[in-house]
């Protein structure tokens, strides 16, 4: 049974980074695309970012191209999203999830696994 754990969210100031963890136990990540998801109160999850671990092709919301980044550690078996020139409405909580589908990647309905999320909080 694949168990995705979610690490380094926090609190960051206008502007600043964060990295976010996607630790996996289970089955190799080889084989599943990898998405980050985010829910901000009182909205939608939306999709971040995703990526094929196999291939390395990877896709962005618009919200976020040119200032995320999302990269994979096959040895460790994680996937990392690098997050810069964070702004307020970046702030909510990002879940990492595991799913098979390279063309629907960032809809939260290709997904079956789901890590417990991690809260971003972007504010002065």
């Known amino acids: 049974q694949l168990q995705l754990v979610e690490s380094g969210g926090g609190l960051v100031q206008p502007g600043g980074s964060l990295r976010l963890s996607c630790a996996a136990s289970?089955?190799?990540?080889?084989?599943?695309?990898i998405g980050w998801f985010r829910q901000a109160p009182g909205k939608e999850r939306e999709g971040v970012s995703c990526?094929?671990?196999?291939?390395?092709?990877?896709n962005y919301a618009d919200s976020v191209k040119g200032r995320f980044t999302i990269f994979r550690d096959n040895n460790k078996n994680m996937v990392y999203l690098q997050m810069n020139s964070l702004k307020a409405e970046d702030t909510a909580v990002y879940y990492c999830?595991?799913?098979?589908?390279?063309?629907?990647?960032?809809?939260?309905?290709?997904?079956?696994?789901w890590g417990q999320g991690t809260q971003v909080t972007v504010s002065s």
């Open positions: 990526i094929s671990i196999s291939t390395d092709s990877s």
């Open positions: 289970g089955p190799s990540l080889y084989y599943y695309v």
């Open positions: 999830a595991a799913g098979n589908s390279r063309s629907r990647c960032l809809q939260k309905g290709a997904y079956g696994y």
